[in-house]
């Protein structure tokens, strides 16, 4: 029966290579089809309710979304968990995707899958993304414009990035204005979109996700912080536990233990890559000299107090860790932020 075939799918830019298994892990065919929806809608068509296995990258959010409105099971699975298909002496299309579709029809969570988000969601969070490569675009562009002019024993003044082109133009030596008066007029440009961007995310928070304004109840979360997260993780019910975040976000170590030796090793820096350096800029202002004082930042402050080697990484670290546990209780509650909890309740009591 086609609810008993599994279909292992090895995902490329033009050609997709899939292997199709029944019941019995019997190959039934191995074939290619486009990387279009009408040629992945037209040779699944033969498919219906079927399983289908494949692994995250570019296309995979779109064809998993694909292939879950046609009534199919769609595993996506982690690169990042599936070494032994890529880690290999005969690697090819073909066998990627025999051995997806092998592991997809034994166990499943050998993929260990990840979950894409919602077309709308992935659109409003793109918007976040456009906003972070502006802002490199253009911090590349003052650095060029500031190592030019000190290059001729000048210097531009220092001001924010923000304010970078107005205040520092009438500065630029005479000499050097013909070949930078164009990355000045870009940089304006870039700050004009930015700024765009930021309304636009303003707006977002406000209109259609009002529980990021739970998250910026904390020193130092603001609106990009707030709704990247809530886009990130959809859903507080994922996790049945506030800790459970940490891991997910791999900001907690990894760990070694064979025999008598249990070693801890640095965080696995797994899930959101984005996210997780948002959560890290925040900790670093909560353990700044212009943060409110709070159980989250004399935490960090304690862990940067025993000293050591890379104690200030550590406490930046940990801060981070906590502070993604915070804020998904925050959220799943809808709670008002205390910094001092603890105490609150000992004073309760």
């Not at 029966?1 to 279909?7: A, L, N, P």
């Not at 077309?119 to 414009?145: C, G, P, Y």
């Not at 890379?310 to 008002?336: C, F, M, T, Y």
Request: charged fraction near 25%; include cysteine; charge should be positive.
């Amino acid at each position: 029966m086609k609810d008993t075939i599994t279909i292992g799918m090895d995902l490329g830019d033009r050609i997709h290579f899939i292997v199709v298994l029944d019941e019995q892990g019997n190959e039934l065919e191995a074939n290619k089809v486009g990387n279009t929806k009408t040629a992945i809608r037209k040779y699944f068509d033969r498919f219906k309710t079927a399983t289908v296995v494949l692994e995250a990258g570019t296309h995979s959010p779109w064809i998993s979304r694909e292939l879950e409105q046609m009534g199919f099971t769609v595993y996506v699975g982690n690169p990042r968990k599936l070494r032994f298909i890529w880690d290999s002496t005969d690697k090819s299309d073909e066998r990627d995707a025999r051995m997806l579709a092998m592991v997809g029809r034994m166990e499943p969570k050998l993929l260990w899958p990840v979950h894409h988000r919602d077309k709308q969601s992935h659109a409003d969070l793109t918007v976040i993304k456009s906003r972070e490569v502006l802002i490199k675009s253009r911090t590349q562009l003052i650095n060029h414009a500031r190592g030019v002019v000190k290059s001729t024993g000048e210097r531009l003044p220092t001001c924010s990035s923000a304010s970078f082109a107005r205040r520092c133009r009438e500065h630029v030596p005479c000499a050097l204005w013909p070949a930078l008066s164009g990355v000045f007029e870009i940089i304006c440009q870039l700050t004009e979109q930015i700024r765009h961007l930021d309304r636009e995310i303003d707006r977002l928070c406000r209109e259609r996700y009002p529980e990021t304004h739970h998250l910026q109840q904390v020193p130092g979360v603001g609106p990009v912080t707030s709704l990247a997260y809530v886009l990130s993780l959809e859903e507080p019910g994922r996790f049945a536990k506030s800790r459970q975040v940490g891991p997910y976000l791999g900001l907690t170590p990894r760990r070694d233990q064979s025999g008598q030796t249990d070693r801890q090793l640095r965080i696995s820096k797994a899930g959101n890559k984005y996210l997780r350096q948002l959560l890290v800029s925040c900790s670093h202002y909560i353990l700044g000299p212009f943060a409110p004082d709070s159980n989250l930042r004399r935490h960090g402050l304690a862990i940067a107090a025993r000293g050591g080697k890379n104690a200030r990484k550590r406490a930046v670290v940990a801060v981070a860790r906590k502070l993604s546990v915070l804020l998904h209780r925050l959220w799943a509650d809808g709670q008002e932020y205390q910094p001092f909890y603890g105490k609150r309740i000992q004073m309760a009591a």
